[in-house]
């Protein structure tokens, strides 16, 4: 019977000595979509449970499916993104199993016919090479809703009491975009497979389609590993391993997998075809429930919705809107900004690079930019504990900050307490600058009468300047800057006291 | 003849969700043999008759992404045998999918 | 007996309208006439699972303001109308004559529910059905069978014996029914009345508790060709909430079926259908057919014979259709959200209760069609089962393409027998589902056909009725050609039953 070796896995070097990994990724990606794939409900995340829930995504008797065109839009620019055919004609179906939170004991999906087909991916490796990923299709389906499995340990499902529903999540878009095998990656295996969905991540993200959240499982992996004997071209029995919420468990998944599998085979024990779960805090999988039986189904042609048949020219238009890829952009930014690897790791690392090149996009010179958000904007960001995208400013007001600088109404430190009032919520940064008054004061004789008046207050430091200590000037321009609340441009300030005590 | 077994009747009857008695199954398992039998027929078609699967005549019928009310909390639970905490209670579950 | 429950609906309009009689005196009568005829379940007629006298004496007093006040909503404001039980309703419980779904009340209306309302009819309550509409008698309903007003101890037809039976009673003057196989039009023939099958896609599906979603279609049950017409106006028509839904316009179905009343049918061209004739086929219901096919030669219209070969594949292809698509709709009622819920008692897990739920609440017939449905899906069977039925079903519409190139129309008996004893097939599967041999290539194909009133069956004085098929979107044919007869035939029958026995026992 089957051998069971949970202790020591091998190392992928170790792995590798004997067998070819063969790995399948399949993504499920939710859309973005103001409303979920059938009904006008919103596709919200967070929503107070069921609140988010009508006739059809409770799948009450009588109701139908209503298909949401944005969805199928974006079906088709992710096919495109992805070097994707587009069908001429595809069509929903039905894949029937009862789950209690999938209302109507079926998913609709699409079968043997999905929108997009036959694509690939040229995915960056840390190397700086590419590996190019093979997309078997991506087809559209719905989401289910979600439990909560009460009594038991902490919320899991074995040994709870009962489970409640909510349904709010039911029924919104999802992409199921799954590769062909990808095989010969070797020991580079586990890293193929991170950088193939943090590309796949990055291009959807490009896209605007999702908000591809691991965390909130706005994009979810389900790794498919197997191992053939080296030499052979014969795939082993796979597993399915579910529940990976990281790119980070995504590597750390396949390599688990990889080294569990070969432990199994070695000892002359034989994979058992499952799905198993991946455990983030140990780093290992476990078996899902066995299936009695193999699982059948019964997909057929979804009766309520009428064929989608995409025409050339509408095709055609989604092409041409399609944004460069990620990694083309980067490559183009790069160049157009001057900037080093290092200095472009550091944008994407910080995940600004979208947020300067927006910012440049609003009118700010690129180092402008780039020196708000990797400075003064990621300290804030650090201090309040919150990612550089969730802070509470946009490219396009860093933008007005930057420009306000350039045009002399405010000085650099002024400008950080202008941006220290935007994340406030006091506004705009003009209401900012109104609403504190932190304008440079630029009225010559406002600034020449606060000249006069710090003079007159240190008549001794006057009488010193007169007699041709211009060093001694500091301390009156120091005098002025306070009386101004810092809004003087200091270098006026040096010249009208030097003036005035000619 | 068809041939729908007692234990294929049992078979379909767990897929479908169905807790049918012993002696339903006798009942279901003649029953179902014989209608199987009959719609056979269709057997005789050629395989390259393309298939039908819905008689309607338009295409690509979509909506446009725009909410519309969902239903108020209360009566989306309103039927429900159990509701707790604004959620469907339900009995425990077993696993995941099957 | 009053005389109001006597009228079709048109003319029921225009007395209303002309304020001779107020909505709440009809609807009134039409109550009464339930009451006195339609219990005891064990022995009336009881088309009806739910009435509603207090909703409809509501609607009915808006009506008649609303005439008053010349905004009278539609031609047919203040009328009374049944409904299937398998419609969505607010204001009353949907229970699709299944245990399952007892007591539960929807939170929406079905389209063509909103559409009533809106012309101003009044619904009275809710008709018995077979569970989820899957039979041909009524007696597969959970809560008992419907009877056929014209004896008692025969089947009104079904699935829709309910909506058949309180038209032909006199119970309402109008009722909406859904055709899946032939569950309007096989109740009209039987009992002497109306029944119209649209074509699919023309009346919007929302809100009709689905059996098998590519051949269901909702249609009007009435006593004349005209009244089943102004419904279908207020009924019919494109909605957003149904993707299948059609854009074109509604054919000009009371136009016609007004024209067709004028008594010409010169110019028509009629097609015979062979296959639908032969053994199988009461003497008394091929005899009543010969005399129509003569009726409409003398009308001028143009008979001739037409063959369907692959219609003998329609009865095969649509048992393993509706079963497979029934098996993944009704999937749904599993105890979670709504309806029926046994065995949780804190021990059964989810999928137990599932399992236990779904026994306890359907019956023998939805049990027998879901696990047929389940197998024709199933890997090992589906390219045998319901690819080739699929297959069959192109092979229909090929049949019935030709023969529209030729015929205008295509008629058949609706049904091979009259209404047959309560009991009788009851646990002979196979020879219930031969009711719906000549209705059930319509549906496969989607086009239009109805069911007339085609004089008694000289064997047992029983209804029976003529099938008038039209191609799809040409419904105005069929109701011409059947409004022609109709007028031809004249007052042979009586149209309302006496129901002497059942009062007598008052
Ligand atoms: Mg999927
Ligand atoms: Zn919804």
């Known amino acids: 019977m089957t051998a069971t070796v949970e202790s020591a896995p091998y190392t992928v070097e ?40 009508c006739p059809v995504c409770l799948g009450l008797p009588g109701s139908l499916p209503r298909v949401n ?66 997309i078997e299709r991506a087809h559209m389906e719905e989401d289910t809703g979600k439990s909560l499995h009460i009594g038991g340990a902490t919320g899991r499902i074995h040994g709870a009491d009962h489970s ?62 197997s191992l053939m004997p080296k030499g052979t071209s014969t795939f082993g029995t796979r597993t399915e391993t579910k529940n990976v919420n990281s790119l980070r468990s995504v590597e750390r998944a396949v390599r688990y997998e990889m080294g569990r599998h070969a432990g199994v085979l070695l000892s002359g024990g034989s994979i058992r075809q499952e799905t198993r779960h991946f455990d983030e805090q140990s780093g290992t999988t476990s078996p899902g429930r066995p299936k009695e039986t193999f699982a059948d189904y019964r997909f057929f042609p979804e009766p309520d919705l009428p064929p989608l048949e995409p025409s050339r020219d509408w095709v055609e238009t989604l092409r041409a809107g399609l944004p460069e890829r990620p990694w083309e ?53 650090n201090a309040a504990g919150v990612t550089l995208p969730e802070l509470a400013i946009t490219p396009a007001q860093v933008a007005r900050v930057v420009a306000l600088v350039a045009e002399g109404t405010l000085t650099n430190k002024l400008a950080r307490q202008v941006v220290d009032g935007v994340l406030a919520g006091e506004g705009e940064p003009d209401d900012v600058v109104a609403g504190r008054g932190l304008a440079v004061v630029s009225d010559e004789s406002a600034l020449t009468a606060a000249v006069d008046e710090a003079l007159a207050a240190q008549p001794d430091i006057a009488e010193k300047i007169r007699a041709g200590k211009t060093k001694a000037a500091g301390a009156i321009v120091g005098a002025v800057m306070k009386a101004t609340r810092g809004q003087a441009d200091a270098a006026r300030v040096q010249e009208l006291v030097l003036e005035r005590c000619r | ?54 008689v309607v005549p338009q295409t690509n019928v979509l909506r446009p992404d725009e909410t519309e009310p969902s239903l108020p909390r209360d009566v989306a639970l309103a039927g429900a045998p159990a509701a707790e905490e604004g959620r469907f209670r339900v009995p425990r579950i077993l696993g995941e999918e099957l | 007996m009053n005389e109001l429950i006597d009228l079709d609906a048109a003319e029921l309009a225009r007395r209303i309208h002309g304020r001779e009689v ?29 009435v509603d006298a207090e909703g409809a004496l509501a609607a009915a007093e808006a009506a008649d303001r609303a005439i008053a006040d010349g905004t009278a909503a539609s031609a047919l404001a203040g009328v009374p109308i049944a409904l299937k039980d398998n419609l969505t309703t607010t204001d009353m419980p949907t229970t699709c004559a299944s245990r399952i779904l007892e007591g539960w009340r929807p939170p929406y209306d079905a389209t063509v529910v909103t559409r009533l309302r809106a012309a101003g009819l009044v619904p009275l309550g809710k008709t018995n059905l077979d569970e989820f509409a899957m039979g041909s008698s009524t007696e597969n309903s959970a809560f008992g069978p419907s009877r056929n007003p014209w004896d008692l101890t025969r089947i009104p037809g079904g699935s829709g014996g309910g909506s058949s039976s309180a038209v032909a009673a006199g119970e309402a003057p109008l009722a909406l029914g859904s055709d899946t196989g032939g569950s309007i039009r096989q109740p009209g023939a039987v009992t002497g009345t109306v029944g119209v099958k649209p074509t699919y896609g023309t009346v919007s599906r929302y809100g009709l508790v689905a059996f098998s979603s590519s051949l269901d279609q909702i249609g009007p049950c009435a006593r004349s060709v005209l009244d089943a017409a102004l419904l279908h106006e207020v009924i019919g028509g494109h909605d957003r909430n149904d993707q299948t839904s059609v854009s074109a316009p509604l054919p000009p179905v009371v136009e016609a079926a007004l024209a067709g009343a004028r008594g010409d049918l010169a110019g028509v061209r009629i097609g015979v259908v062979t296959e639908f004739s032969g053994e199988g086929y009461q003497p008394g219901v091929l005899a009543a057919f010969t005399d129509a096919v003569r009726a409409l030669g003398e009308l001028g219209a143009e008979v001739v014979e037409v063959s369907c070969p692959s219609f003998a594949y329609a009865l095969p292809a649509y048992y393993l259709i509706a079963p497979s698509e029934a098996s993944s709709n009704l999937a749904r009622f599993d105890a979670m959200r709504y309806g029926l819920r046994v065995g949780d008692d804190g021990e059964h897990a989810s999928d137990e209760v599932m399992s236990l739920t779904r026994e306890a609440g359907f019956g023998a017939e939805v049990k027998r069609r879901i696990m047929i449905g389940t197998h024709a899906l199933s890997a090992g069977s589906y390219d045998a089962l319901y690819g080739k039925a699929q297959k069959a079903r192109t092979l229909i519409v090929r049949d019935f393409t030709a023969a529209f190139e030729t015929c205008d129309v295509l008629i058949s008996p609706t049904t091979p027998t009259t209404a047959f004893p309560i009991g009788e097939r009851a646990d002979d599967p196979l020879a219930m589902y031969l009711a719906d041999l000549c209705t059930i290539p319509s549906n496969l194909a989607g086009n239009a056909a109805l069911s007339v009133p085609c004089g008694r069956s000289a064997d047992d004085g029983l209804p029976v009725g003529l099938q008038v098929m ?18 031809a035939q004249g007052a042979t029958t009586p149209r309302i039953p006496e129901l002497r026995a059942l009062e007598a026992s008052r």
């Open chain 1, 14 to 53: 170790e792995v590798c000595e004997h067998f070819d990994p063969v790995m399948g990724l399949e993504v499920h990606v939710e859309l973005n979509t103001a409303t979920k794939m059938f009904c006008g409900c919103a596709n919200r995340f967070g929503a107070e449970p069921n609140t988010n829930v």
């Open chain 1, 69 to 134: 065109g944005t969805a199928v839009e974006s079906a088709i620019k992710i096919g495109l993104a992805l070097n994707c055919q587009v069908r001429e004609r595809s069509g929903f179906a039905r894949k029937n199993y009862f789950y209690p939170d999938m209302p109507k004991n079926f998913q609709i999906s699409q079968y043997e016919d999905p929108i997009v087909f036959d694509g690939h991916l040229d995915v960056p490796l840390d190397d700086g090479s590419t590996w190019r990923v093979e």
């Open chain 1, 164 to 225: 409640l529903l909510d349904y709010n999540r039911s029924g919104v878009p999802l992409i199921e975009i799954v590769t062909k095998p990808i095989i010969g990656a070797g020991v580079r295996a586990p890293e193929v497979a991170r950088a193939y969905v943090t590309a796949l991540r990055d291009v959807l993200r490009g896209l605007g389609v999702s908000d591809v959240r691991m965390d909130q499982g706005s994009m979810r992996c389900d790794a498919n590993v």
């Open chain 1, 329 to 381: 952009r980067r490559a183009r930014i790069q160049t157009e900004w001057g900037l080093s690897d290092e200095e472009l790791r550091d944008l994407v690392n910080a995940d600004a690079l979208d947020l300067v090149a927006d910012t440049v996009d609003a009118g700010a010179p690129p180092e402008s930019a780039r020196s708000w958000w990797v400075s003064y904007l990621t300290q804030q960001a």
């Open chain 2, 1 to 54: 003849m068809s041939d729908i077994t007692r234990d294929d009747v049992a078979h379909l009857a767990r897929l479908a969700r169905l807790a049918v008695s012993d002696a339903e199954l006798d009942v279901f398992s003649g029953q179902i043999d014989a209608i199987v039998d009959t719609v056979s027929k269709v057997g005789e078609i050629p395989d390259d008759v393309p298939p039908t699967a819905q």
């Open chain 3, 22 to 50: 107020s909505s709440v005196e009809v609807t009134r009568a039409h109550l009464e006439r339930i009451d006195a005829v339609d219990g005891p379940a064990e022995s009336g007629v009881h088309a009806f699972l739910h």
């Open chain 3, 470 to 487: 039209a191609p799809a979107l040409a419904d105005d044919r069929a109701y011409r050609v059947a409004a022609a007869y109709e007028a």
